[in-house]
Structures are given as structure tokens and as C-alpha cells.
């Protein structure tokens, strides 16, 4: 049975060794693709070979990534990632640190390189064939909830992930690849919250009784 891997909050010297956008590509890069050279993501992210070493062994000092045992040799080192999950969270920060600064970096470099992935897939998701095709799901759905039914709501889609990731993490079957799911739950910002009535209910809440 695969033991549960415990998210890593960052702390600030955490922050510190991520606010570069090549080290986030480049953890990036070993979380979705597996284990790769120094040369090998160079070539992915379109950098020199000196650049992703240097990074790689930051990573390392600060305990994100590891030499991969066992491959490659004295002048080519394989890296991977560093199992279990990473947690960002920017309310423990002021708006104004740097602390904060470096955590906004850090959210804006993992979207972006979801939405470059997710326009990969839509733009050449064919050429894998149409079985991927069909197995796939984009999806949105909009719902009125309370903060609190959202929470719920989050707890609930992310326990179903970690049984997945609990059952498929690491596996070496034949035809298996990479495979990103992402998933966004928050709140609109310009949408209108339902007003509160003087007795403390809602308009929802009245309809519901009438």
C-alpha cells in the first residue's frame, strides 16, 4: 500500500529558492515528464545546458529535486522531483512583502504552464488518437454555494484525486503516459453574493420555504 505523501508548505527561504521562473519551469518540467538530464530539459524549455545545471542543483540544495540513482553518469546526472505535493499560502504573507511578491510569482509561472499544456492538448490532442480523445474531459460548471459548501465541495473532489493518485502514482504500465488533471474551484469575483435578510436568511433560503 502506497503511504500518503504529506504536502510541503513553503516556508520563506522555501520561496526564495523558487521565485526564478527557469526553477519553477524546470520542477515544472520533472513533475509532468519524469526523470531528465540537465541537457534534456534545456532542450525542453529552450535553455543552455549550463543554466538548467546550475538551477537543478539550487533545487537540489533546497530540497526539491534529486539525483536520480543508479542512471546516467559523472557527466550527465539524471534528476526527478522530489515526491509529494507543494502548498502556497499567500494570506500569511502582507500584500506589499516580498514573501508575497515571490508567492504570486510562483502561482503565475504554475498557470501558465497549465494553460501552455492544456492549449498543447487542444491544439495537437488528436494526433494522439481517439481513444485519448474520448478518455478526456474539459469541463466547467457554474454554481451558486457559500463559502463553507465550497470548502466542502473542495474537500470531496480532492479526496477522489488522492485515491487516483494513490492507486495509478509511479506506475509503469504498458501504453501509460503523462496525464495532467487540473482543477480550479473559486469564487467569481465580480458575481453578487445573495442578499441577507434581517432574520438571517437568505433570498434562497425563503424560496426554499415558500
Request: glycine share 6%; no cysteine.
Amino acid at each position: 500500500m502506497t503511504t500518503e505523501r504529506a504536502p510541503r508548505t513553503l516556508d520563506v527561504n522555501d520561496l526564495k529558492a523558487l521565485a526564478h521562473p527557469l526553477r519553477v519551469q524546470l520542477l515544472d518540467a520533472l513533475s509532468t515528464y519524469g526523470a531528465a538530464t540537465a541537457s534534456g530539459l534545456a532542450d525542453r524549455l529552450g535553455e543552455s545546458s549550463g543554466a538548467t545545471s546550475y538551477h537543478l542543483r539550487q533545487l537540489e540544495k533546497h530540497g526539491f529535486v534529486r539525483e536520480l540513482k543508479g542512471k546516467g553518469s559523472a557527466r550527465e546526472r539524471w534528476w526527478e522531483r522530489v515526491p509529494g505535493g507543494i502548498m502556497l499560502d499567500p494570506s500569511r504573507f502582507d500584500r506589499e512583502s516580498p514573501e508575497r511578491a515571490a508567492t504570486d510569482l510562483l502561482l503565475a509561472e504554475w498557470e501558465h504552464n497549465r494553460r501552455r499544456l492544456l492549449s498543447d492538448f487542444l491544439a495537437r490532442g488528436d494526433s494522439l488518437g481517439l481513444d485519448w480523445l474520448e478518455a478526456s474531459a474539459l469541463t466547467t460548471t457554474n454554481l451558486r454555494m457559500t463559502h463553507a459548501q465550497t470548502a466542502d465541495l473542495n474537500d470531496a473532489l480532492t479526496a477522489v484525486i488522492r485515491d487516483y493518485v494513490a492507486r495509478y502514482r509511479d506506475q509503469d504500465a504498458p501504453g501509460a503516459r503523462p496525464v495532467q488533471l487540473q482543477l480550479n474551484l473559486f469564487p467569481v469575483v465580480d458575481g453578487a453574493p445573495t442578499p441577507e435578510h434581517p432574520d438571517g436568511t437568505s433570498d434562497l433560503r425563503k424560496e426554499a420555504r415558500s
